[in-house]
């Protein structure tokens, strides 16, 4: 039996890809290890907690010692690392626990996974990243795996510091690696800071939907389980050494978008239509907001055959009517510190 490590996994994200690897590798046991960080949430799991090849271990990846032993116990075949601090405006007023969780914590992942795999045969190390560690954007052109790499924000320049010593690591030592580098991701269990859950939610309780700057930039949107089955195929046919990029090809302008967002709450609200857009409030813009993002997708779907499964119309109902359903997840993830989160971040702003 495999054994693989999902770092990350009560995630956003990871929760998408511990939930697949587990119902659809019956013969693998799915370890995962989170430390269980604001945005790490056990209730996104609870529909696969209790299957038998699935393993949850809480910890920290940025204390060496403790992913040493983990490694010891466990024996993994491979490592599926999505663990890391996430939100960019955190890591402009909180920059070192970025340094610490995404870098320290990357390269101590790598280095277990150096000392137990001395028999690198069968073995893979797998690191999830991101597109913003390419910078911005103008009007034109698409971020490739060959761009060179230009972050930003204190998370991208961790990020982009990982991917560095995840490829140093292969060069190096001959650990076999691959990475992806993905734009945004929405979908259910998002935690809501990022945007979509954020206004969602702000709409439902008919509070400001806080438009940084003019709403002008740019990102690329993904269904967040068609990011987990490019992880899966990445994983299991992904070329050791090589760098996918993985996107949507549906770039929208943040104001575009919150505007159709807008719409189509009022109309599942049943509220006068335009209620939702009078929410709508202009504030200070992100330090550092980097205008566009857009992947070109074309690497992965000529060498492993992928593409995104679903219309972004589909996607962002499927999404709006999920934190419909689910109003107690939201209430959970937003009581306690986040009330002090959001006062800082938006009601000061
Ligand atoms: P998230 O913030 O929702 O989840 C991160 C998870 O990592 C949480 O469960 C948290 O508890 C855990 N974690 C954080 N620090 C840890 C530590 N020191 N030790 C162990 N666990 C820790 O993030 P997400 O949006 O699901 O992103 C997951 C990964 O995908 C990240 O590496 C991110 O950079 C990358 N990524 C995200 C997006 C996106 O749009 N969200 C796009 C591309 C790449
Ligand atoms: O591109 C991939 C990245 O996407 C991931 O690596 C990050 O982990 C993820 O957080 C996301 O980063 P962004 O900064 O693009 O996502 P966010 O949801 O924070 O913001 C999306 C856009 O919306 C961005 O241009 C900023 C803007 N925004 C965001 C928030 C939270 C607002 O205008 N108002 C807001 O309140």
């Given at each position: 039996?495999?054994?693989?490590?999902?770092?990350?996994?009560?995630?956003?994200?990871?929760?998408?890809?511990?939930?697949?690897?587990?119902?659809?590798?019956?013969?693998?046991?799915?370890?995962?290890?989170?430390?269980?960080?604001?945005?790490?949430?056990?209730?996104?799991?609870?529909?696969?907690?209790?299957?038998?090849?699935?393993?949850?271990?809480?910890?920290?990846?940025?204390?060496?010692?403790?992913?040493?032993?983990?490694?010891?116990?466990?024996?993994?075949?491979?490592?599926?690392?999505?663990?890391?601090?996430?939100?960019?405006?955190?890591?402009?007023?909180?920059?070192?626990?970025?340094?610490?969780?995404?870098?320290?914590?990357?390269?101590?992942?790598?280095?277990?996974?150096?000392?137990?795999?001395?028999?690198?045969?069968?073995?893979?190390?797998?690191?999830?990243?991101?597109d913003?560690?390419y910078g911005s954007l103008g009007a034109d052109g698409l971020f490739?795996?060959?761009t060179a790499?230009d972050?930003r924000?204190?998370?991208?320049?961790?990020?982009?510091?990982?991917?560095?010593?995840?490829?140093?690591?292969?060069?190096?030592?001959?650990?076999?690696?691959?990475?992806?580098?993905?734009?945004?991701?929405?979908?259910?269990?998002?935690?809501?800071?990022?945007?979509?859950?954020?206004?969602?939610?702000?709409?439902?309780?008919?509070?400001?939907?806080?438009?940084?700057?003019?709403?002008e930039n740019i990102r690329d949107?993904?269904?967040?389980?068609?990011?987990?089955?490019?992880?899966?195929?990445?994983?299991?046919?992904?070329?050791?050494?090589?760098?996918?990029?993985?996107?949507?090809?549906?770039e929208?302008k943040?104001?575009?978008?919150?505007?159709?967002?807008?719409?189509?709450?009022?109309?599942?609200?049943?509220?006068?239509?335009?209620?939702?857009?009078?929410?709508?409030?202009?504030?200070?813009?992100?330090?550092?907001h980097d205008m566009r993002y857009a992947i070109d997708?074309?690497?992965?779907?000529?060498?492993?055959?992928?593409?995104?499964?679903?219309?972004?119309?589909?996607?962002?109902?499927?999404?709006?009517?999920?934190?419909?359903?689910?109003?107690?997840?939201?209430?959970?993830?937003?009581?306690?510190?986040?009330?002090?989160?959001?006062?800082?971040?938006?009601?000061?702003?």
């Open positions: 039996m495999q054994t693989i490590l999902i770092t990350g996994g009560a995630g956003f994200i990871g929760s998408h890809v511990v939930r697949l690897f587990v119902n659809n590798y019956p013969d693998c046991r799915i370890v995962n290890l989170d430390k269980l960080t604001y945005a790490g949430n056990l209730e996104n799991l609870r529909d696969v907690e209790n299957a038998p090849n699935y393993t949850f271990e809480k910890g920290d990846i940025v204390d060496a010692d403790f992913i040493f032993s983990l490694f010891e116990k466990y024996n993994f075949d491979g490592v599926i690392h999505l663990a890391a601090e996430s939100h960019v405006d955190r890591s402009i007023a909180n920059p070192m626990e970025f340094i610490n969780a995404n870098v320290i914590g990357t390269v101590n992942l790598l280095n277990a996974a150096k000392h137990f795999w001395k028999d690198i045969s069968g073995k893979r190390f797998y690191h999830i990243s991101t913003e560690v490739t795996e060959t790499y972050p924000s204190p998370y991208s320049a961790a990020k982009a510091s990982s991917d560095h010593f995840v490829r140093a690591w292969f060069h190096t030592y001959n650990l076999p690696v691959v990475i992806s580098n993905c734009s945004n991701n929405y979908g259910p269990n998002q935690f809501p800071e990022k945007l979509l859950p954020l206004f969602i939610n702000n709409i439902v309780n008919m509070k400001p939907l806080p438009v940084y700057g003019k709403g949107w993904l269904y967040v389980i068609d990011h987990a089955k490019a992880i899966d195929l990445i994983y299991h046919k992904g070329k050791i050494g090589e760098t996918y990029n993985i996107g949507g090809h549906n929208w943040n104001i575009d978008l919150i505007k159709v967002l807008c719409k189509i709450m009022d109309k599942k609200l049943g509220r006068e239509p335009g209620t939702s857009e009078t929410l709508i409030s202009y504030v200070k813009d992100r330090a550092g997708a074309s690497k992965i779907k000529k060498e492993l055959g992928w593409v995104p499964s679903l219309q972004f119309e589909e996607g962002l109902d499927k999404t709006i009517d999920w934190y419909l359903a689910n109003k107690k997840w939201m209430d959970n993830v937003t009581s306690g510190e986040y009330q002090n989160y959001y006062k800082d971040q938006y009601e000061n702003r």
